[in-house]
């Protein structure tokens, strides 16, 4: 990788990337994390119809956070 000490501007890109890669993959495994109450809670209120696994609870928290998400109104 002698080339990223010749160009500095490369080296900061590739830094940032690093950083933006982290950063979604940590966000990821949360997501993944708080997933497992919404799955419990769900098998466990409708469990003898449907249960779901802990992607659809996760798509579940997405889908409700782009729903009942926060709106910000500067007034």
Do not use: C, H
């Amino acid at each position: 990788m002698a080339i990223l000490k010749d160009v500095p501007i490369l080296k900061k890109l590739v830094d940032i990337g690093y950083a933006m890669l982290l950063v979604i993959i940590l966000s990821a495994l949360v997501g993944l994390i708080l997933a497992f109450p919404v799955k419990w809670l769900w098998n466990f209120v409708f469990g003898s119809l449907y249960s779901i696994n802990v992607f659809q609870a996760w798509a579940m928290n997405v889908l409700a956070g782009i729903l009942f998400g926060q709106r910000n109104s500067n007034k």
